[in-house]
């Protein structure tokens, strides 16, 4: 059973920082793709950022970009999403998912998904 469970999340002031980590179990997190995406109240989910399998390529998107930083390490069968000067826009429910496509910036490619984080962001 293929299981992606997030952590770390939780209420943080404007300017702050905060690190998610996702762990997956049931599967080899080497084989696939990793992307954390976000849905605030309201809005639509969304694209956060994402690695290739090797870790060699990143993507984020541009409201997050200089900010967030994701890596994995794959020996622990992690991944990580580090959040700094965080901002109230950035407060919603954080997902990581997995896949085993390239492409990795685009939910509808994604074959697991973990129960998501708050993270809310006070001004």
């Known amino acids: 059973q293929v299981q992606l469970v997030e952590s770390g999340g939780g209420l943080v002031q404007a300017g702050g920082s905060l690190r998610l980590s996702c762990a997956a179990s049931?599967?080899?997190?080497?084989?696939?793709?990793m992307g954390w995406f976000r849905q605030a109240p309201g809005k639509e989910r969304e694209f956060v950022a994402s690695?290739?399998?090797?870790?060699?390529?990143?993507y984020y998107a541009d409201s997050v970009k200089g900010r967030f930083t994701i890596s994995r390490d794959n020996t622990k069968n992690t991944v990580y999403l580090q959040m700094n000067s965080l901002k109230p826009d950035d407060t919603a429910v954080y997902y990581c998912a997995a896949t085993r496509t390239i492409i990795t910036t685009m939910s509808g490619v994604y074959d697991y998904w973990g129960q998501g984080t708050q993270v809310t962001v006070s001004s």
């Open positions: 049931g599967l080899p997190l080497s084989s696939y793709g």
């Open positions: 690695i290739l399998r090797s870790g060699g390529s990143t």
